[in-house]
């Protein structure tokens, strides 16, 4: 059940302390709870819940959204992320609380329930409305022009306006590094466990099975510790521990015929499902001798999880999901996730006509490596007159005394265009330096979307909360007279430390 709660939040002077004082406005949860569109969020909360019935109402949108939106913000648990929320009365307000309550507000482990109501494309809609309101609250506000206007400080009077910065990335999952031999030991244990319990109801009527458990931990123990390991060894112990594997389920499907298969909760029936699989590719690249297979899995607990071949120096390969973003005025969108690898130069189409969809034009310039500059990307931008940064296709003019300087204006032209390409590098170092992209904790597909999803809001919620900020700070300083040494060394500790001081 679910009741429809109306954006009623009390003024930060009206919050209820029952310590005394009341809330300053200038926290930086009070001008963030400005700015999230809780009204969105309502929206697609309210639909997955009946609005009248039986049972305890379910937490109120803001409450789950604010929730998500604090933890990932703090980079903490989702234990301590409660905590504190029970012992910071800003928090609370964020969350739309009317007073302060020193008692936990929910349990910690609501947060999976959380992340299972808003979905990938609900959270990526929200991110829209927020971007909106910034562009909102900046035309109000009369700020200067975009950063796409000409050197000479005029806008420019094309059609098409504003840059496109596009790339891709993979986010990490919390797994270990999966070997072949590995992955088949750890299946041959989980199935082993399943065995067991399914022979419990037999106990005392029959034999029990034999599983060579002993042998088989002890052959896997001598390769794991062996240093030096051949070719030859590792085909050897691999189709060892196929065999043991392929004994086990053989053994399970004479037992299920027996008892029933009901006998297993959720999660052992998924890994009975998963070591099945599982045990079908390992065979087949091992009578193939090849190490490639569609949809292979290197995890157990997490099946939908693939290699992702990335050819980085640290990390040629990275498990997790791949994404593609973009940059826009400093906003940044997640265009797509993927479980499975993609190769992101088809995304680019896609994600200019999002743009106008966005924005109501074409971008003027379009920023991207290398892979992007296909012949296609290449004649969709030439057709609705958007400049590709890097260099054109074919043979490099010949230089001559006349075309010196043209040739001169579009080398520093390719090189302004790869300097303006940086940024999106910057977010993404964000992202995974300062949130947690580096390595995505939480186990589910859907809750790691969720999670994926969370962090590009914060980031943009960051940048307008700077941008919030530099305007009160600057305001103050007209007002006071500050000089520009105190202004400047306020602003280089708050970028440095990403606290909110008070401004009183």
Known sequence: MYRTTPDNQLAFEDFYLPFGGKLRSDNRWVLLARMVPWDTAEAFY?????QSGQGAPAKPARVALGALIIKERLGVSDEEAVEQIRENPYLQYFLGFHEFRDEAPFDSSMFVHFRHRFNLDQLNQINEALVRAEQTEAKRDDEPPPEDDDSDGNTSSKSNNG???VDATC???DIRYPTDISLLNEAREKSEQIIDILFEPLKGQQRKPRTYRK???????????SRKRSTRQIRKVLGQQLRFLKRNLNTIGQLADQTSLTLLDRRQYKNLLVIQELYRQQQWMYENRCRRISGRIVSISQPHVRPIVRGKASAPTEFGAK???SLVNGSVFLDRLDWDPFNESGDLIEQIKTYKQRFGFYPESVHCDAIYRTRDNRRFCKKYDIRMSGPPLGRPPKKTPENTQELRNKKLQQRQDELDRIPIEGKF???KRRFSLNRVMTKLDDTSETAIAIVFIVMNLEKWLQKLLFTLLWRLRLSTKWSLHVLHTF???LLLTGRSYSLG
């Not at 309210?46 to 009946?50: C, G, L, M, R, S």
């Not at 042998?215 to 510790?225: I, Q």
């Open 171 to 173: 986010t990490p999952a």
């Open 323 to 325: 994404l593609s973003a």
């Open 429 to 431: 170092g964000q992202s």
């Open 46 to 50: 309210e639909k997955q819940f009946a």
């Open 163 to 165: 840059k496109l910065i």
């Open 215 to 225: 042998k088989a931990r002890r052959l896997f123990l001598a390769y794991s510790k």
């Open 491 to 493: 602003m280089g500790r």
